[in-house]
């Protein structure tokens, strides 16, 4: 999804509206997907259509490089950048028949950085039920290769940071409003029987090889 540049499309959904059933709804789907998102991604190329110096940019260029953004649109590159990119990732990070213990290359990391599953399952649900109000909890490599759970408020990335994503959830209340109403613990319970730790393994390995490449271009300066 790098490689999109504006206008932006929403991205597909990589399964149906109730392939994540019962953990998470079909109507929050539904709404999270087609109106949420999608909103987004419309927002976006409003706010970016008479700023052509944009547009030949991927969304993940313009979330690093946030200054890059002249300041009047920089608050909308930020949110609805955010919003449009963080959903995507969110969307491809859980899956059907998914969730249990992390495996392959995800299963090493979180064993080596975080001292087992466990661990790592607790801090990031700690993060996760613990940021006020609306946000994202993330489990990111920052350029050092160290690995950190962290929280953003509203739609910023980790990207912004310098920080490769690995993992996020989205913990606005519109992802869990309709089915757990104010219950985001028991969100956060359920959403673990659907992450993708293959997808986590392979962002684990692409985020090595975007370490190597910015190491490279740091070097080339
Ligand atoms: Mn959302």
Redesign the pocket.
Same mark, same amino acid.
């Given at each position: 999804m790098s490689h999109h540049a504006a206008p932006f499309e929403l991205a597909p959904l990589p399964y149906s509206f109730d392939a994540l059933e019962p953990h998470i709804d079909r109507q929050t789907m539904i709404v $999270?997907y087609g109106k949420? $998102?999608q909103a987004y991604v419309t927002n976006l190329n409003k706010a970016i259509e008479g700023v052509p110096e944009l547009h030949g940019l991927g969304l993940e260029d313009l979330l690093r490089d946030l200054y890059r953004a002249p300041a009047g649109v920089r608050n909308a590159v930020r949110n609805y950048g955010g919003?449009t990119w963080? $959903?995507t990732f969110?969307w491809e990070g859980m899956g059907p028949r998914k969730g249990g213990e992390p495996t392959g290359l995800a299963a090493d990391v979180v064993r080596s950085a975080f001292g087992g599953f466990a661990t790592f399952q607790s801090k990031f649900t700690q993060v996760a039920t613990g940021h006020f109000g609306s946000g994202w909890a993330w489990w990111v490599r920052t350029p050092e290769g160290r690995h950190e759970i962290v929280s953003t408020p509203n739609q910023d990335n980790p990207l912004t940071d310098g920080k490769f994503p690995i993992l996020g959830l989205?913990v606005?209340e $519109?992802?869990y409003y309709l089915k757990y109403q104010n219950r985001r613990a028991d969100y956060v319970a359920a959403w673990w029987n659907v992450v993708d730790w293959e997808t986590v393994s392979r962002r684990l390995v692409a985020a090595e090889a975007r370490k190597t490449e910015t190491a490279a271009a740091t070097a080339a300066r």
């Open positions: $999270h949420h $998102h919003g963080n $959903h969110f989205d606005w $519109h992802a």
